[in-house]
């Protein structure tokens, strides 16, 4: 299977391709901060999603095609910032399915990713695939980003629209951003931290968009987040007991605001609980379906010695 992946060299990216790398895979990742280079397996392709170019002929014979492209949204905003948020995700998924239109021999299936900012902030209201949209900044990227993907599928190609909750893993993503504080014995909540927070371990994130890719009944909208969702205080609290460390010391909602604008309101002070049906209704396993499980597998023997410990 020749795979195209895009937005590859993120926090989720290179862990996808290497898996793929490992089983086999051919894989050409379309990139912007490297020239074009090769090695056995893999394949690095300069490309700008405002011009046309040779990237084009990665699409025309690839069997699949992940795009994981986009500004950060992780930092303060500003209308410079957003209109970058909202560009690079929309002009990335515009030049595909551009792309997609002119191959001859076009993708089995489109997978784009999203997020469950679709749904916007909800106040504990329990969502899945069939919810409809919020309200907010991200909630309308989302929407025009994913309106530019569901044109893949007017030529014949299967699409999925996979909405990314928080993903976990210790090296990079929100956790990396929690766990100094409670190193030093300052953790503890964002805001009230009785916000939802839909979560899920990377490593189930990758298995599940590797299943995706051969599983003809996943298509539309499919919710990337853990069965059990949590409180940011339920969070807070198993993140230290995993870590041996407290977890009380909340971060005032005013600082958050005072520090990150607009993102922390839409971001950390707010959340939604996101339910993965359609996952679910797929046959997908989660291996990491509940958070105690997730931060005892991401911190390993360390983490469970510190909780015995304490």
């Not at 895009?6 to 996808?16: L, M, N, R, W």
């Not at 695939?129 to 990227?141: A, P």
């Not at 909750?165 to 931290?193: C, D």
């Not at 509940?290 to 931060?295: F, V």
Request: glycine share 10%; aromatic share 8%; proline share 5%.
């Amino acid at each position: 299977m020749k795979i195209l992946v895009t937005g590859a060299t993120g926090f989720v990216g290179p862990t996808f391709v290497h898996l793929f790398n490992r089983t086999g895979y051919q894989v050409s990742v379309l990139t912007r901060s490297m020239m074009t280079t090769k090695t056995k397996t893999v394949s690095y392709i300069n490309w700008d999603a405002e011009t046309p170019g040779v990237w084009e002929k990665e699409v025309d014979g690839a069997d699949a095609i992940i795009n994981l492209t986009g500004e950060p949204v992780a930092q303060k905003w500003d209308p410079v910032t957003k209109n970058k948020i909202l560009e690079s995700r929309v002009k990335a998924t515009k030049a595909l399915v551009n792309a997609i239109e002119k191959a001859k021999h076009k993708p089995k299936v489109f997978v784009n990713a999203s997020a469950i900012g679709y749904y916007g902030s909800r106040n504990g209201e329990t969502l899945d695939e069939t919810s409809t949209k919020g309200q907010g900044f991200l909630s309308d990227v989302c929407a025009e980003w994913e309106a530019e993907a569901r044109k893949a599928e007017d030529f014949g190609v299967r699409t999925v629209l996979l909405r990314i909750g928080i993903v976990l893993e210790r090296e990079g993503g929100a956790l990396s951003k929690l766990i100094p504080a409670f190193k030093r014995f300052i953790g503890g909540p964002l805001g009230s931290g009785n916000q939802w927070v839909s979560w899920i371990h990377r490593d189930d994130l990758i298995d599940l968009m590797a299943n995706i890719l051969t599983n003809k009944e996943a298509s539309g909208v499919i919710n990337a987040t853990a069965p059990y969702p949590v409180t940011m205080n339920e969070l807070a609290k198993t993140l230290g007991q995993v870590m041996g460390r407290p977890s009380f010391m909340k971060v005032p909602g005013f600082v958050l605001k005072a520090k990150m604008g607009e993102m922390a309101q839409e971001m950390l002070l707010t959340g939604q609980k996101v339910l993965p049906k359609k996952a679910e209704e797929i046959g997908f396993q989660f291996s990491y379906p509940d958070l105690p499980l997730a931060l005892r597998a991401i911190f390993g023997q360390e983490g469970l010695k510190k909780h015995k410990r304490h």
